[in-house]
């Protein structure tokens, strides 16, 4: 039976949380509330984070265009979805919320365009 520690950053208290896998199941403590609960169980069992980086955008007076995907993907799957993105090129005009990639690396999570390039 493993146990770990982490670090709660759903909000700023930090809360530093334990889980311990027993034979009942996950025991969580050293959380204030439900939702450090909920993540660090998520921490524990399938990590997930927001992705965020640029795309080459050609036909602006900037090179790169802020995406972000439109939920959270599985961590173990960022460093493959930045591979896909490394490859992705558009064109301006792009507007705030343009989908950029649909259902990246299978994840069922579209990544969008972060800001609006006229
Ligand atoms: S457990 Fe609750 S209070 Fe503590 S950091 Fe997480 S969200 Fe904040």
Redesign the pocket.
């Known amino acids: 039976m493993s146990k770990a520690e982490y670090t709660?950053i759903?909000?700023p208290?930090?809360?530093r949380?334990t889980v311990e896998e027993t034979a009942d199941g996950l025991k969580v403590s050293g959380?204030?509330?439900k939702?450090?609960e909920r993540?660090a169980i998520a921490e524990h069992t399938e990590p997930v984070r927001m992705l965020t980086t640029t795309v080459v955008l050609h036909g602006a007076n900037i090179n790169r265009l802020p995406v972000i995907s439109t939920a959270e993907v599985p961590k173990r799957l960022l460093n493959q979805c930045i591979g896909e993105l490394y490859t992705v090129e558009v064109s301006a005009p792009v507007k705030c919320g343009d989908v950029i990639v649909k259902n990246i690396c299978g994840t069922g999570v579209d990544v969008v365009a972060a800001r609006s390039i006229g």
């Open positions: 709660c759903v909000c208290v930090s809360c949380i959380n204030v509330c939702r450090g993540h």
